[in-house]
């Protein structure tokens, strides 16, 4: 996988300096800050392939991002399985682990905006939202959103990243190859250092910071996964709509409506 990565990040930084692009947009990982310094190999990966890409001769941005809240993350998609389908669950130390999730339409918001920025600018910048939180707290926010009874969240002091990758792949669709880094990965802090972004990209919205709440994130996600679902739509939770904005509800209503007629 990491050999792979490399592999392709130098194809890539070759085949942009031959074709004279002015730009490239990386979205990379989110890098933890360890007391040994040891890295999973999914981390390790993603901050190789920024550095080649930097390293390429054509400016780069490179946005690092913790878990990003929103369908087809698969972070969050084994989050939202977990706790979809275990009532109950015997969890092991990771899930006490801070991470700062972003939501999905604040990552599109950056990957949009990196565009503009000053040809000069040649850099990584850490991305998040304006939450710091652990992996329980997310889940029993996800059960809320969705409608869900609070989770039974039973700690496991011990629990290797191999057993955890076992009990993922047999509750959640998510595929061992991609389950086992991503285990790897979520036993590690991921925090944003710094938040320099701010200082080309700047948004005027509702939320506190400009930026979209995790709870806000979880409940937008958790109602797109319900109403575009016919088996689903019923169970659209009070306090997810309650947590939606009017163009919200009303762009959720037209996208689900799309989907149910076509």
Not at 146 to 154: D, E, S, T
């Amino acid at each position: 996988f990491h050999d792979l990565e490399r592999s392709i990040a130098l194809t890539f930084a070759s085949a942009a300096r031959d074709a004279g692009l002015q730009r490239i947009i990386y979205l990379g990982a989110l890098q933890p800050d360890t007391a040994d310094g040891h890295l999973s190999e999914h981390f390790r990966g993603r901050a190789e392939a920024g550095e080649i890409l930097r390293a390429s001769g054509v400016p780069t941005v490179e946005l690092r991002a913790a878990i990003i809240i929103g369908s087809g993350s698969a972070s969050f998609e084994m989050t939202r399985y977990l706790t979809e389908r275990l009532p109950a669950m015997v969890t092991p130390s990771w899930v006490q682990t801070p991470t700062q999730p972003i939501a999905i339409r604040d990552v599109l918001y950056y990957l949009v905006k990196a565009v503009d920025l000053p040809p000069e600018v040649n850099r990584a910048f850490d991305i998040g939202g304006p939450d710091v939180m652990t992996y329980e707290l997310m889940m029993q926010g996800y059960a809320r959103s969705a409608g869900l009874p609070q989770r039974v969240l039973l700690r496991m002091p011990l629990g290797t990243p191999k057993l955890s990758t076992h009990w993922v792949t047999l509750v959640t669709p998510v595929p061992r190859a991609v389950a086992a880094p991503l285990v790897e990965s979520v036993t590690m802090p991921t925090v944003c250092k710094e938040h320099d972004i701010a200082e080309y990209a700047t948004r005027i919205v509702a939320f506190r910071d400009g930026r979209v709440r995790t709870d806000q994130a979880v409940a937008l996600t958790s109602a797109q996964v319900a109403v575009l679902s016919s088996a689903q739509a019923a169970s659209l939770s009070t306090a997810a709509v309650a947590a939606l904005g009017t163009e919200d509800v009303a762009a959720l209503k037209t996208s689900s409506l799309a989907a149910l007629t076509t």
